[in-house]
């Protein structure tokens, strides 16, 4: 038995998000019916996070153990064949029993685009969201501070989360302008459901006006899903990276988002 990673990457704005689902269309379902043709055996795959539907990855993470001898190439090349156009294997490689795509991973890496324009786009329809007001770009990165460090983020967690514990880690979150698109860059030691864009929500409110950051404060401290803003529209969300020990030396990626900013 051999466990194997694999580095993906798709748009999701066609899938009910990664996770497999009964009747619905879920990125692992495909992945795990591409990968058990390859390997002429029944594969079943953990991830490094559960998408939601409509997000987009550039950097998800998996792994999966197979009796199946197979070179590198088979597991790229021959499982993208098997697999639908917005769905691609980016890298593979076998790891020890150690490994483990979601409790070996040390931080993961959202990045939120955001077209802020009048008119709706022509094109990456389904890879940015669309915002027409006038954002302060300096408050809603002052309010964005006051999440760095390890908080009980239960504000801005979404309502069917499952894990025991609210509290995360935030590593940096930084905002910035690229022409029309305002790129939300988050990471953390791990995230709740629907935490990054409940947060984009609510900068977005102060960044517009509505409220100032002392609110954003009191929202963060209040514990309470209800006093924060609303959640952002899925479409410009991107899990683009996921950090683990050198020990596993899992292969580098240049490129760990779209529109290629740094």
Not at 71 to 97: F, H, M, Y
Not at 126 to 139: C, E, F, M, P, R
Request: glycine share 8%; charged share 20%.
């Amino acid at each position: 038995m051999s466990r194997i990673a694999l580095g993906i990457e798709y748009e999701g704005w066609h899938y009910a998000g990664f996770q497999r689902q009964a009747g619905l269309s879920t990125v692992q379902g495909e992945l795990e019916r591409a990968l058990s043709s390859i390997a002429a055996e029944p594969v079943q795959l953990t991830c490094a996070g559960r998408t939601d539907a409509g997000v987009n990855a550039t950097g998800q993470v998996v792994h999966f153990d197979t009796t199946a001898i197979r070179p590198t190439r088979a597991w790229v090349q021959g499982t993208n064949t098997k697999l639908p156009a917005d769905i691609a294997v980016s890298w593979a490689k076998e790891v020890s029993e150690s490994f483990h795509a979601r409790f070996s991973a040390r931080a993961r890496r959202y990045r939120y685009i955001l077209q802020n324009t009048e008119h709706r786009p022509g094109i990456l329809r389904a890879g940015v969201s669309v915002y027409h007001g006038n954002y302060d770009l300096k408050l809603m990165q002052e309010a964005a501070q006051l999440l760095l460090g390890e908080h009980d983020f239960s504000s801005f967690m979404g309502a069917d989360e499952q894990s025991r514990s609210s509290s995360r880690c935030v590593h940096f979150l930084n905002i910035s302008r690229h022409g029309p698109f305002l790129v939300f860059d988050i990471a953390a030691n791990a995230f709740l459901n629907h935490m990054v864009r409940n947060i984009v929500g609510s900068l977005l409110q102060v960044g517009e006006g509505t409220h100032d950051t002392g609110w954003f404060e009191q929202v963060l401290a209040a514990r309470d899903r209800q006093a924060a803003g609303p959640t952002a529209q899925p479409e410009g969300l991107y899990l683009v990276d996921v950090t683990y020990p050198k020990e596993f030396n899992l292969p580098e990626r240049d490129f760990i988002g779209p529109l290629w900013l740094p």
